[in-house]
T-cell receptor, first 110, second 113 residues
Framework: GENVEQHPSTLSVQEGDSAVIKCTYSDSASNYFPWYKQELGKRPQLIIDIRSNVGEKKDQRIAVTLNKTAKHFSLHITETQPEDSAVYFCAASLNNDMRFGAGTRLTVKP | EPEVTQTPSHQVTQMGQEVILRCVPISNHLYFYWYRQILGQKVEFLVSFYNNEISEKSEIFDDQFSVERPDGSNFTLKIRSTKLEDSAMYFC???????????FGPGTRLLVL
């Protein structure tokens, strides 16, 4: 089955700096790659997603890139703010079987 | 904005007991899912459900688990003979179509004593 690796496990940045989180996946047939933000005790919330026919997608301060050949995808957050502090999960999906990475705890220091 | 809802928010049960976790997916969504998240760990896929049938399930989803859509709005996860290691947050999710964005409910925190 699909295996998703996510790095780093923790990331601390100064407010205003950029943050990058990277994921790799094992099944080349996976075709949908969402990113979820989870605040403590809350549900995962979708922040951005990308499909395998697209290499890059941007939504304001958030962007995701996908390299199908290398089977990796990344989340980029620019101009980070303290409210960006949360755990971020990447996921890879084939059909409706979605597998998550282990999560990255992002801390944005004011 | 419509949301997935789940009840109860918290459930405490004795080991060996059966529990039923309930979810109301977003009304026009056709695909439903259950996930598990052990405290401090990643979200784990359990099962997906469409047209009153399981469409995908993970290795975690063994005979101890079952899912059902008992009526037009609810989607349930039954855990038989609960074990200590079943203690986790259980999230329901739904999507409008196959391979579409999944929206998560607030979760049910299950504690097995």
């Amino acid at each position: 089955g699909e295996n998703v690796e996510q790095h780093p496990s923790t990331l601390s940045v100064q407010e205003g700096d950029s943050a990058v989180i990277k994921c790799t996946y094992s099944d080349s047939a996976s075709n949908y790659f969402p990113w979820y933000k989870q605040e403590l005790g809350k549900r995962p919330q979708l922040i951005i997603d990308i499909r395998s026919n697209v290499g890059e997608k941007k939504d304001q301060r958030i962007a995701v890139t996908l390299n199908k050949t290398a089977k990796h995808f990344s989340l980029h957050i620019t101009e980070t703010q303290p409210e960006d502090s949360a755990v971020y999960f990447c996921a890879a999906s084939l059909n409706n079987d979605m597998r998550f990475g282990a999560g990255t705890r992002l801390t944005v220091k004011p | 904005e419509p949301e997935v809802t789940q009840t109860p928010s918290h459930q405490v049960t004795q080991m060996g007991q059966e529990v039923i976790l309930r979810c109301v997916p977003i009304s026009n969504h056709l695909y439903f899912y259950w996930y598990r998240q052990i405290l401090g760990q990643k979200v784990e896929f359990l099962v997906s459900f469409y047209n009153n049938e399981i469409s995908e399930k993970s290795e975690i989803f063994d005979d101890q688990f079952s899912v059902e859509r008992p009526d037009g709005s609810n989607f349930t996860l039954k855990i038989r003979s609960t074990k200590l290691e079943d203690s986790a947050m259980y999230f329901c999710a739904s999507s409008v179509g196959w391979g579409e964005t999944q929206y998560f409910g607030p979760g049910t925190r299950l504690l097995v004593l």
